[in-house]
């Protein structure tokens, strides 16, 4: 084998499980067929979920180096926008940044990690052989004849949503088609929004203007018109000032375009994430209209649910079935997001009936409670995983793990996340029971920390906990309440679930 894992497609989910998967200390290549990166970002946001991702891997700061916090987020260009500053999170906004630099600093992170990356290479066939896979490239330029065969235990389609992989391994992407469009463009404007974001919605169409960066302005227009227009016509900078003039009554003085792009409704799934030796992630499983800037984050959440399961099967000390559960835990979230971003796509419409929907839908997110609902939908704090009957039951079982000061047993203080830096599963003992604890501090698993510590601030639900299990991607695998009979059986018993090998003799 020439690694252990093969990546097709260095966009953002495919870099991302790259240094996931390096971290855990897996051979993997990344082959992207684009010789240098995009200039343009898709992409403008990263949402609370995944910025507490990057936080769990010590990241965080790199990212808001070089965005800008916002605490609301849009849901079908709505008036009362969803109030991310409620949300129970250590990054309770959304942080505004160019796809184009989280790019760049997950690329960097993964070559720091030492990922290798083939850039320039297009792969033209997957195959998938008794031990593991072949993937065929050819060299994007040079002589055609330039073409490299590597071998892996396992393949992952990153491609995006014209997926190579997903095609090769016959995995069926149904949905439905193209049936509106929007225009976007990145351009200067002489006259700007006041504070920087401007949105407005008529029956006349919609405009959403947001900054991109100091000298450049991304307008989103939808109206009764573009939305009949075919994806594969090219936008003019004439029909942006057009349509601006018709919403706004100003064309805000757009020039310089950088960037003018169509883009549609089309929405579709994968059928399975995995076939066998094959896998699938971000784009390349899920199309949907851009609504609420989400498809990049869940294809970024994804990665980090199949990045530890992949290693552990690698590594073997998971079953083979572990993967599955990777389809199994990510497909209905982004049935979900499928589901929402539809919603939204039914409110950009222009009708009478439409606009009142429009109306009613404003007055519900006025209710606190269904606003954060649906920020905690669309920020992807809601996720929760079903953890089993096999584990000990806890209502904490399968939620995510959130940050939370600790103060250490060496006496140091210190945030629950620091402790996922590396990647392992984290044993996280908080009772202070000191029987429990001799025996705990002996778990032999290299893939396991354990730690000691009290909490100097308990999140909501967490007053009872003894002992807490938190999955390499920070989720709460089991916990354990201190009103439990048998903890000591059980936590081994938990142990030996997740972590694999015989229940730990405790
Ligand atoms: C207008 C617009 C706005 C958006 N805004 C947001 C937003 O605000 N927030 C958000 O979260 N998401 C947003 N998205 C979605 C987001 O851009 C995508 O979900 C994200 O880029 C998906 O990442 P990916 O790595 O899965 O795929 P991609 O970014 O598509 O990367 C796939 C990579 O695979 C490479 N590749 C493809 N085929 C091959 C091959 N055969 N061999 C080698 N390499 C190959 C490609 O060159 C590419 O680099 C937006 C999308 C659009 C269209």
Redesign the pocket.
């Given at each position: 084998m020439d690694y252990e894992v093969i990546i097709?497609?260095?966009?953002?989910?495919?870099?991302w499980l790259a240094a996931e998967l390096a971290l855990a200390k897996v051979s993997v290549c990344v082959?992207?067929?684009?010789e240098e990166p995009?200039s343009q970002s898709?992409?403008?946001?990263?949402?609370p979920r995944t910025l507490e991702m990057f936080d769990i891997r010590g990241l965080k700061e790199r990212f808001m180096e070089h965005g800008r916090p916002i605490s609301t987020g849009h849901f079908a260009m709505l008036d009362t926008r969803l109030d991310f500053s409620m949300l129970d999170s250590s990054s309770n906004y959304t942080l505004f940044i160019p796809?184009v630099m989280t790019e760049q600093v997950i690329e960097e992170h993964a070559k720091a990690m030492g990922v290798v990356i083939r850039r320039g290479?297009?792969?033209?066939s997957v195959r998938e052989q008794d031990q593991g896979v072949e993937v065929v490239?050819v060299h994007v330029s040079g002589p055609q004849a330039n073409v490299s065969a590597m071998t892996a235990a396992y393949v992952v389609g990153?491609?995006?949503?014209?997926?190579?992989v997903r095609k090769q391994a016959g995995i069926a992407f149904p949905g439905t088609d193209t049936t509106l469009t929007a225009v976007?463009g990145d351009v200067e404007l002489t006259v700007p929004p006041e504070n920087g974001v401007r949105s407005e919605y008529t029956e006349r169409g919609g405009a959403m203007i947001v900054p991109v960066s100091p000298d450049v302005y991304r307008i989103v227009l939808t109206t009764p018109h573009l939305m009949r227009v075919s994806k594969d016509v090219p936008v003019t900078l004439e029909e942006i000032q057009t349509e601006l003039r018709n919403v706004l009554g100003t064309d805000l003085g757009v020039s310089n375009p950088r960037w003018l792009?169509r883009?549609g409704n089309a929405t579709r799934q994968a059928e399975t994430y995995r076939k066998g030796r094959t896998l699938l992630?971000?784009?390349?499983a899920h199309i949907h209209f851009?609504a609420g800037?989400?498809?990049?984050?869940?294809?970024l959440q994804e990665a980090a649910n199949l990045g530890w399961k992949l290693a552990g099967v690698i590594r073997g000390w998971a079953p083979d079935t572990l993967l599955d559960s990777y389809h199994d835990e990510r497909y209905p979230v982004n049935t979900q997001l499928l589901r929402n971003t539809e919603i939204q796509t039914h409110l950009l419409g222009f009708t009478s009936a439409v606009l009142a929907h429009r109306q009613l839908q404003e007055e519900w997110f006025r209710h606190p409670e269904i606003n954060s609902s649906m920020a905690e939908q669309v920020s992807a704090l809601d996720v929760c995983y079903p953890a089993g009957e096999e584990v000990p039951q806890h209502p904490l079982n399968g939620q995510r793990f959130a940050d939370f000061p600790l103060l250490m047993n060496d006496g140091t203080k210190s945030y629950a996340y620091d402790l996922l830096h590396e990647g392992c599963f984290v044993l996280l003992h908080l009772a202070q029971d000191a029987k429990v604890a001799g025996e705990l501090c002996n778990t032999p698993l290299a893939h396991l920390s354990y730690v000691e510590a009290v909490a100097e601030e308990l999140p909501v639900g967490w007053s009872d906990v003894h002992t807490v299990l938190i999955r390499p991607d920070g989720y709460i695998a089991w916990a354990i309440s201190v009103e439990a009979t048998n903890v000591l059986s059980a936590i081994g018993k938990g142990i030996a679930r997740w972590c694999g090998g015989e229940p730990v003799l405790l």
């Open positions: 097709v497609g260095g966009g953002p989910v495919g870099m082959i992207e067929r684009l995009v898709r992409a403008l946001t990263l949402h796809q290479e297009e792969v033209v490239s990153a491609d995006g949503a014209g997926s190579i976007l792009s883009f992630a971000g784009d390349a851009p800037g989400q498809g990049m984050n869940v294809g």
